[in-house]
């Protein structure tokens, strides 16, 4: 495997159900980063750990809850989520203190929210 | 205001249009200017990356900052169907916080044959 790889690809789930995201990155960074990405939206920064520390947490409802175990693997734990949750959730990396910063994304997990 | 403005589109060009894609921006303390290519469920990835103002070309892609204005372009020339994709600007402050970036909403780009 290369890059960032993400799973699943696609999740449909109830508003009480507890499921998680998950990625990995194989590009030997140091920085990974949940966005969330709805139609007709920017790109939103939801998290962000660097070294494996949380250093970003941009006002996210405590029903999205981040864990970083290791700098290869990122999760995003979901719990309780509303209909307007659905969106498409990407995990990037990079090296933190790069010249261009440049993230590398994964495919991203399609969230459809019942 | 938006940090940042980005005309959704979608924008339909013919087969070897110049295309040109733009967003303008508030925050004068951007220095770092990226613009990002999203095929349809597949992620962004980097396309062309440029500091401060000026221009930069790759190939058939041509990035230009206009930091007086507020303004960045990106330009494709000989536009070809495998173009059709949603193209991102992003940008961010030059202060170390390496990987903040703030996004355009994108523009979908169709190239017809």
């Known amino acids: 495997e290369t890059g960032v790889t993400q799973t699943p690809r696609h999740l449909v789930m109830g508003m009480t159900n507890k499921k998680s995201l998950k990625c990995e990155q194989h590009?030997?960074?140091?920085?990974m980063y949940w966005y969330k990405q709805s139609a007709k939206k920017p790109l939103e920064l939801m998290f962000v750990y660097s070294l494996e520390e949380r250093v970003e947490n941009n006002s996210v409802p405590s029903r999205f809850s981040p864990e970083c175990p290791n700098s290869s693997h990122l999760f995003l734990h979901l719990h309780t989520l509303q209909p307007e949750d659905s969106a498409l959730y990407l995990c990037?990396?990079?090296?933190?203190?790069?010249?261009?910063?440049?993230?590398?994304f994964g495919e991203g997990s399609r969230l459809t929210v019942l | 205001q938006k940090e940042v403005e980005q005309d959704p589109g979608p924008l339909s060009v013919p087969e070897g249009a110049i295309v040109s894609l733009n967003c303008t921006y508030s925050?004068?303390?951007?220095?770092?200017f990226m613009w990002y290519r999203q095929y349809s469920r597949k992620g962004p990835e980097l396309l062309m990356y440029?500091?401060?103002?000026g221009n930069k070309e790759d190939g058939r892609f041509t990035a230009q900052v206009d930091k007086s204005s507020k303004y960045i372009s990106l330009f494709i020339r000989d536009s070809q169907p495998s173009d059709s994709a949603t193209y991102l600007c992003a940008m961010r402050h030059g202060s170390g916080n390496t990987g903040k970036l703030i996004f355009g909403q994108g523009t979908t780009l169709q190239v017809k044959p």
């Open positions: 590009l030997g960074h140091n920085a």
């Open positions: 925050n004068s303390a951007f220095q770092y």
């Open positions: 440029t500091y401060s103002s």
């Open positions: 990037a990396s990079s090296q933190a203190g790069s010249p261009t910063g440049e993230l590398f």
